[in-house]
């Protein structure tokens, strides 16, 4: 079961109304997999950044984005206030003309540089980033953002990495030296999930390099609940107390330099109960909600409204949203799993579900939501 962390200070009120906010980071799917989840996120953020790593063709071209945000739409149509913002997936032959057309066009929002082997579906990423350094100065020209899952599995030579230090390797390796090389480039370190990575961040200080942050990782840490558990299973991994409390302060303290990225990702229950279960959990149907049960714990419910409605849109060069949420003190629990209908074009077999994340078959085991989106 998942549990308060310890000395937390509780900062009382009954209803909060903030900006409507973003998620700056999902995975939306796509075929019955986009229709069952993307009610979720459409319901509580105003704009999205969507994942293009989809299985088995990511989104590589222009024509592919333009098809794919098409679907979304179509999908999304019952949200009409819901902007999905379409990202590139990033490969050592991409064309950085082509992405610069879709950026240009006002299609494309980003470009998400996965290295092979540290998600699902990243075995057509960059291996080498000196490789796309070209297209690196084609999106620093543009002001176009680069979003980078901030790990490396492997040193130069071969060998490994323990797992717990992918994210810091990345940073002293690969982030370091892209800053330097690229001093007006835009870049979201994805996902942050250790004190390092909030230490760096912190320590640039630069309007150029911020972070997103999952719900999971402020609400859950390694001791609770290792690796090994299929449901708390994901990418980057989730990782100490001492690297939970840094996230906690940071995402809290109100920095414009964090901002609010679920990394959502859905996976069929029969998949995540697998032999080798896939990384990813699916926070979606109580995303801002927990956000805020986050941000109570720590005393600090007067920075939601920066960490999840402003900083992001500030960082990207768009208008934080004139629209409200209200959220009320009014404990639930996420009672069922979301089922995912057959459709023709992705038969995916008799009553798959998803699983979201605080759900557990047990009534008794299932998290208390503190908060309610009215």
Not at 27 to 52: K, S, Y
């Amino acid at each position: 079961m998942l549990q308060r962390p310890k000395r937390a200070r509780i900062y009382r009120m009954n209803t909060l109304t903030i900006r409507k906010p973003d998620d700056w980071h999902t995975h939306l799917r796509d075929g019955a997999m986009l229709e069952a989840v993307l009610p979720f996120t459409a319901q509580r953020f105003g704009r999205a950044v969507v994942m293009p790593n989809l299985s088995p063709n990511p989104i590589i071209t222009t024509e592919e984005m333009r098809a794919y945000k098409a679907r979304i739409e179509k999908t999304a149509a019952s949200f009409p206030g819901f902007t999905p913002l379409m990202t590139y997936y990033l490969t050592e032959n991409s064309s950085p003309e082509d992405i610069a057309r879709g950026f240009k066009e006002g299609l494309a929002t980003a470009v998400k540089v996965y290295p092979p082997g540290t998600s699902t579906n990243a075995e057509k990423g960059v291996m080498d980033i000196a490789k796309v350094y070209k297209t690196f100065e084609k999106m620093q020209e543009i002001g176009m953002p680069v979003l980078l899952h901030g790990e490396r599995l492997r040193r130069d030579d071969g060998s490994g990495i323990d797992e717990v230090d992918y994210e810091k390797f990345f940073i002293e390796t690969k982030l370091t030296p892209l800053l330097k090389d690229f001093p007006e480039l835009k870049v979201v370190l994805e996902h942050s999930t250790s004190k390092d990575a909030v230490d760096f961040v912190l320590n640039e200080a630069s309007t150029r390099l911020a972070t997103t942050v999952t719900v999971h990782h402020l609400m859950v840490n390694a001791e609770e609940h290792p690796d090994r558990e299929p449901y708390f299973h994901c990418f980057p991994i989730i990782k100490s107390e001492e690297d939970r409390t840094a996230l906690r302060r940071a995402a809290t303290s109100g920095s414009p330099y964090f901002f609010l990225g679920t990394d959502s990702a859905p996976h069929l229950v029969s998949a995540k109960e697998s032999a080798k279960p896939p990384g990813g959990i699916f926070t979606a149907p109580a995303a801002i909600e927990l956000y805020a049960q986050v941000f109570e714990e720590e005393g600090k419910l007067e920075n939601l409204e920066a960490f999840a409605s402003i900083n992001g849109a500030k960082f990207y060069g768009l208008t934080p949203s004139e629209e409200t949420i209200t959220l009320e003190k009014n404990p639930w629990t996420i009672d069922e799993v979301v089922s995912v209908a057959d459709t023709p074009s992705t038969p995916l077999g008799t009553g798959e579900k998803i699983r979201p994340f605080g759900y557990d078959e047990d009534p008794a085991k299932r998290l208390q939501i503190q908060w309610r989106m009215t």
